[in-house]
């Protein structure tokens, strides 16, 4: 096995490994997946570390330098020699030091938070305490900055994902030391969902989406549920044409397919179906999961959630939208402004803002593309996305907080 990786390697033959403080153990045991290993200390600790090769552990372990030796490991005089001298050979390992760049150091920190996190938000599990790229910038080997922060990025990271909104000042002077803080947030976070498991066992989206169900079952909206797969020719009817910004954001299948984006092409068959069936005026609505390629951050999903409500026929004026978009937000308890805008798709619309981000885009039609859906009466409509709702309502600082995630259970980290 030539191309083993060098860690593991270096594990087996040494018999020891060297702490982030660079305290030595001896190695209970170890095991290795395709990825990591996972070392038992012969004290009883469970380190779990990158397989590498160019890992900051693997290259301790060829130094051989350590500081101290863990008392409790009780490492014999033989172990720790051998650990030294390098007194075992392996055709494998070459004993000369791969070339270290001068900024080494944050290269392995930025190697991690890449591989593993892309950024605390996106990917918050290698913000954990098992992350070993991350730890090892807290490590002496770090470049001293000349102005020492209270904490370290990684900590940040770890602090920022550990709070719920913006609670806590991070660049307060007077917070505890990170370890204090650390620990205490963590303790908050695991009450808090203890509190959940055992009193509502509801996910705040899924309870959204029920709540924003029966208010508008109980204003006369028929509810519907349709196929998140869609016809790829939808779009092009919704006047999207292969130009614009929206079609490029469509997640397409190889058979003319596409996860729908949003939920109008749907609900405009229903309205030209139900037209020939329901009383006037025909008010239906649909909540689920929509599909957008997106690059832009904290407001942005590529997997969301869409409350797409409309009413066609009689009453179907801006008043009677204006009116129904306020009782919506007031029971929901979310403050709102009303703007105007225009969009590709209907024109003239009526944005729901809440600070900077909108909530909503609304329309009062017709609009010239109802022909092409065989559409001949007055609409009103309105679009939310679920999960800035939530954020609106919890002030999350990121969208994900109330998303589809298992990194986060109703805006509390799960990695504790
Ligand atoms: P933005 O300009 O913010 O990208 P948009 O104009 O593309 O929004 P619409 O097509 O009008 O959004 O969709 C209606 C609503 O769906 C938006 O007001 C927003 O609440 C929500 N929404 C749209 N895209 C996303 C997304 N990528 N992630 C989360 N919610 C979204
Ligand atoms: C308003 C937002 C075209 C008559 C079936 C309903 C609306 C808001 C829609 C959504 C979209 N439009 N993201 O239309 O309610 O479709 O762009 Si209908
Ligand atoms: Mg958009």
Redo the contacts with the bound molecule.
Sequence with gaps: MADRPMLERLVKLNDVWLSRKDVLHGIQKYDVSTKKIRITTDCGEIITVNNSRRSASARSLRNSKYRKVCKHCKLSEERINRFVAKDFYDPGITYVEAPVKKSAPKKVLKKGMTAQTQSAEASPAAVSAESPAIKTEESASMPVNEKKEKFSPSQKKRLEALMVADEIDLNDSNLSDYATLEADLTAQRKAELRDIYANSREHMLAKLERDISAFLISKGFIEIKSSILIPEEYIVRMGIDKDLELSKQVFRTDDGQCLRP???PV??NY?RRFDKILPDPIKIFEIGPCYRKESDGSSHLEEFT?V?F?Q?GEGSTRENLVQLLDEFLTYLGIEYKIEGDECM??GATVDVMHGDMELS???V?PVPMDIDWGINKP?I???FGLERLLKAKYKFKNIKRGSRSEYYYNGIYTNL
């Design positions: 949003m939920l109008a609900l405009y309205l869409m797409n409309c066609m798709v209907y885009s609304a329309v039609g609409w409509g309105a679009g």
